[in-house]
């Protein structure tokens, strides 16, 4: 009889702390906790009990090999409010991101201090958060989906009505890639400015790409001038299949797209190469570019590499010095060769085009973020008006 008691015991505590079920494929049920991955953006593999209050997300990549970028989105509510305990396990990878917190996916906050521990062996995070009856989105950025770039798309273009927009391909899901110009027919030098190649990268490759670009577009006797000299090419979401799917670092392939810049093995690089060359085609020329993209070490910017930076008119060199002298910010340089098969390093081994590699930082204060991509873009034009004046 104590055997069998026994026995009960196991049982009913085993199906106690186990007793998580799948309600679809990306959507969970834990007694009272409901956990949904199912929109697009999100990432979760699997969500179990452990024992009382305290639950593990189990957070893999869609594809190997990648860099130690764990993305992972989802909500949670509950029907009673509760306080739990969440345990992010990356399995072989490390934990990177701060947890974004939000209730509408338009105002974020990090997760206060005292509500995160970090165990840097295992690379394991747990949070400890309130769960009310109401969505409690937890994500390792702002999540901006395809959708949402696309309605902040079409507000810039109903407020600038020189914008013109098309599509330039399809990527591997079907979704259009897409590509804004401001172009003038009597205007031969251009500017390309290509972003999200890489899904979790918001703060440089959506919020700083956002504010360059908008101050590139707006109504400033300076911004005026610089578009009356040069045209501006701008590829807003690069991976939008990546984005949507919650990948780390890939697109729907499981290629990562700022290393198919020579064998150009992608449709998404391919459409974007093949708008170039015809541009260039029709008579116009690349006279620079940005990509713009994250690091956890950023701010930076990656460089042409010390033997190709003597062959061109120093854009970039008088750029930096110009936001030096004009702002604050101070702008570290790094070089990298131009054998690698990156986005800017095609530009320049192409058609010998300066460009850059603009990265912002994980954690940098949105607002610095915003404040620092309006003052680049500033001196940007700056830079380049004058060069083009030395032109003349």
Not at 65 to 73: E, F, H, L
Not at 223 to 241: E, G, V
Not at 257 to 273: C, G, I, K, M, P
């Amino acid at each position: 009889m104590k055997v069998r008691s026994s026995f009960l015991i196991v049982v009913l505590v085993s199906l106690f702390l186990n007793s998580c079920t799948k309600e679809s494929e990306n959507i969970f049920r834990v007694d009272q906790l409901m956990v949904d991955a199912s929109f697009k953006g999100a990432r979760l593999n699997q969500f179990e009990k452990v024992e009382t209050n305290t639950y593990v997300a189990h957070i893999y990549p869609a594809f190997e090999p990648v860099n130690k970028s764990p993305w992972y989105a989802f909500s949670l509510s509950s029907k009673i409010e509760q306080e739990i305990n969440l345990k992010l396990n990356y399995n072989s990878y490390k934990h990177r991101y701060i947890p974004k917190l939000s209730y509408d996916r338009v105002h974020w906050e990090k997760i206060a201090a005292e509500n995160i521990s970090i165990d840097t062996v295992l690379g394991e995070a747990t949070l400890h958060l309130k769960v009310i009856n109401k969505k409690l989105f937890v994500a390792a950025q702002e999540i901006d989906s395809s959708e949402d770039t696309y309605n902040w798309l079409t507000e810039v273009m109903n407020k600038y009505d020189f914008l013109r927009k098309e599509v330039v391909g399809k990527t591997v899901k079907n979704q259009p890639i897409y590509v804004v110009n401001s172009e003038n027919k009597n205007v031969k030098r251009s500017v390309v400015l290509i972003a999200r190649q890489h899904p979790p990268e918001i703060p440089g490759g959506t919020i700083g790409y956002r504010s360059f670009f908008e101050e590139l577009m707006s109504g400033s006797p300076l911004a005026n001038q610089f578009r009356s000299k040069y045209n501006i090419y701008t590829f807003p979401l690069l991976n939008p299949d990546g984005v949507d799917m919650g990948n780390w670092r890939h697109n729907a392939n499981g290629k990562d797209l700022n290393r198919d810049w020579a064998a150009f093995s992608q449709r998404e690089t391919q459409a974007t190469r093949n708008y170039i060359v015809n541009k260039v085609k029709e008579g116009k020329k690349i006279s620079y570019s940005i990509d713009f993209h994250t690091s956890y070490s950023g701010p930076y910017m990656l460089v042409l590499d010390s033997i190709n930076e003597t062959k061109v008119k120093g854009l970039t060199q008088n750029w930096i010095k110009s936001i030096e002298n004009n702002s604050e910010f101070k702008v570290e340089a790094r070089q990298r060769s131009q054998e690698l098969p990156y986005c800017y390093n095609w530009f320049y081994n192409t058609y010998k085009a300066e460009a850059v590699t603009y990265e912002e930082g994980d954690e940098i204060d949105r607002e610095i973020i915003k404040k620092r991509a309006k003052v680049y873009a500033v001196n940007f034009m700056k830079t380049m008006n004058l060069n083009n004046e030395k032109e003349l």
